[in-house]
């Protein structure tokens, strides 16, 4: 156990509207934290801020609203984020959608890999100086998933995914990054200060995935009373967030448990290769 603490720590937590991370968010906020929530939706934000503040009324929580899927929102989030003053000690990346079928971003981007890993990596680079800036310890945490499982290699010549596209093999390209990217990130910064983890929270009953019509409504309502609770798939995001020792660094989590991923997610030349070509494709909104 590390003698870090998060209370009165500031902690940005994206997809932070339901599910696990609003769950993560209102666990943050019992022990102490400042809590910014992130968001697509202003009015499920309300709420979700609302949830958060009767879980640490004595916190200076605020809501952020951004669509994940449309990198324009995403800078101005963090623009927002850093023009607000804040210092920042944790950053959850939890945002993910699972689509069914195929779908491009307004920015040309295959859907989930753009607001499951670009989104987060713009984010993130964005925020940077933030925790760099930390006089002590400061943590990224991934919402990853087993579901990289389905996914032996990242697309370099297809990411859009236009050949051949099936869902779970799509969703697992996207957590794959996910891996990838906190890989990198552990490895980059390991002397400057910030850990980056990655994490598998469980099959969740949220609201993932529910925007793939009826048929996958009702999946959803069959299978809820054998997933776990928000709850439970945010424990091991909280633990490395709030209680994880600080030698705690690149590593990916089940149930607080340190786990072997999949030989492909842990290929360092992917990862670098993965933070250069994300760079190039979000070039005019890193560098604008």
Same mark, same amino acid.
């Given at each position: 156990?590390?003698?870090?603490?998060?209370?009165?720590?500031? !902690?940005?937590?994206?997809?932070?509207?339901?599910?696990?991370?609003?769950?993560?968010?209102?666990?943050?906020?019992?022990?102490?934290?400042? *809590?910014?929530?992130?968001?697509?939706?202003?009015?499920?934000?309300?709420?979700?801020?609302?949830?958060?503040?009767?879980?640490?009324?004595?916190?200076?929580?605020?809501?952020?609203?951004?669509?994940?899927? /449309?990198?324009?929102?995403?800078?101005?989030?963090?623009?927002?984020?850093?023009?607000?003053?804040?210092? /920042?000690? !944790?950053? !959850?990346?939890?945002?993910? *959608?699972?689509?069914?079928?195929?779908?491009?971003?307004?920015?040309?981007?295959?859907?989930?890999?753009? *607001?499951?890993?670009?989104?987060?990596?713009?984010?993130?680079?964005? /925020?940077?100086?933030?925790?760099?800036?930390?006089?002590?310890?400061?943590?990224?945490?991934?919402?990853?998933?087993?579901?990289?499982?389905?996914?032996?290699?990242?697309?370099?010549?297809?990411?859009?995914?236009?050949?051949? @596209?099936?869902?779970?093999?799509? @969703?697992?390209?996207?957590?794959?990054?996910?891996?990838?990217?906190?890989?990198?990130?552990?490895?980059?910064?390991?002397?400057?200060?910030?850990?980056?983890?990655?994490?598998?929270?469980?099959?969740?009953?949220?609201?993932?995935?529910?925007?793939?019509?009826?048929?996958?409504?009702?999946?959803?309502?069959?299978?809820?009373?054998?997933?776990?609770?928000?709850?439970?798939?945010?424990?091991?995001?909280?633990?490395?967030?709030?209680?994880?020792?600080?030698?705690?660094?690149?590593? @990916?989590?089940?149930?607080?448990?340190? *786990?072997?991923?999949?030989?492909?997610?842990?290929?360092?030349?992917?990862?670098?290769?993965?933070?250069?070509?994300?760079?190039?494709?979000?070039?005019?909104?890193?560098?604008?």
């Amino acid at each position: 156990m590390s003698d870090w603490t998060i209370a009165g720590k500031t !902690v940005l937590v994206t997809g932070a509207t339901n599910g696990v991370g609003l769950a993560a968010a209102q666990e943050f906020a019992r022990r102490g934290a400042d *809590v910014v929530l992130v968001g697509r939706s202003a009015e499920r934000g309300e709420a979700a801020l609302a949830a958060v503040r009767a879980a640490g009324s004595a916190g200076n929580h605020a809501f952020l609203r951004a669509d994940f899927a /449309l990198m324009d929102e995403v800078r101005a989030a963090a623009d927002a984020f850093l023009a607000s003053g804040r210092p /920042l000690h !944790v950053l !959850v990346n939890n945002a993910g *959608v699972m689509n069914a079928e195929r779908r491009l971003s307004a920015d040309g981007f295959e859907e989930m890999f753009a *607001v499951n890993h670009l989104a987060h990596f713009l984010l993130t680079c964005r /925020l940077l100086p933030l925790l760099l800036q930390q006089a002590t310890l400061a943590r990224i945490v991934h919402v990853a998933s087993n579901a990289h499982h389905f996914c032996k290699e990242m697309r370099w010549d297809d990411l859009t995914l236009a050949n051949g @596209y099936a869902a779970f093999p799509a @969703y697992g390209h996207s957590k794959l990054a996910n891996i990838l990217f906190s890989n990198e990130l552990a490895k980059r910064f390991a002397d400057s200060g910030i850990v980056s983890n990655a994490m598998h929270p469980g099959g969740v009953a949220s609201g993932i995935g529910k925007n793939n019509g009826v048929v996958a409504r009702v999946a959803t309502a069959i299978a809820k009373p054998f997933m776990r609770t928000p709850r439970k798939g945010a424990e091991t995001a909280v633990w490395l967030a709030a209680e994880a020792d600080a030698g705690v660094n690149g590593g @990916y989590f089940i149930d607080r448990k340190a *786990v072997v991923p999949r030989p492909w997610a842990r290929d360092a030349d992917a990862a670098r290769r993965l933070w250069e070509t994300s760079e190039q494709l979000l070039a005019r909104w890193l560098h604008p």
